[in-house]
């Protein structure tokens, strides 16, 4: 998994440049590299961890941890909360028209127990982007951009 480069551990270095090396910013450091990546692999958990000086098992532990991070096949994940609420505001609309938008495309929908969104809800996200109040219409649009 080189890059044109050099190795992985340097372009997850770049990637992550602007990320202050501490503990707490290992959640958003996980989130850019699946964001680029579309996975989690061992080499880039090792990137993560040489790059914020976090220890391998702790990055390991945070990474499989959450289930938001396992993400088989490498495709784009977007998530649509699935939890009471949600589904009581439509959720399942939204998973629908988000699968019919996904089909044979680098995007895959997930299901979420909760996206703590509950106020807002139905609720999706897809990387950075969380959708509050969302419709059928723009989660269609934002599966459209995450395939890009």
Known sequence: MDS???TVSDAVKVLLH???RERGQLLPA???VVEQYREITPELIGAV???LNI???EVYGVASFYS???NPGGKMPVYVCTDVMCMLQGSENLKHAAESAAE???VTIRESACLGQCDYAP???SGARVLRRATPEEIVSVVKEAGQ
């Open 123 to 125: 609720a999706a996200w």
């Open 4 to 6: 044109e480069n050099g």
């Open 55 to 57: 220890p391998y098992a």
């Open 18 to 20: 602007d990320i202050p």
């Open 104 to 106: 044979n495309g680098p």
């Open 68 to 70: 938001l991070f396992d």
């Open 49 to 51: 961890s040489e790059s």
């Open 30 to 32: 996980l989130w850019r």
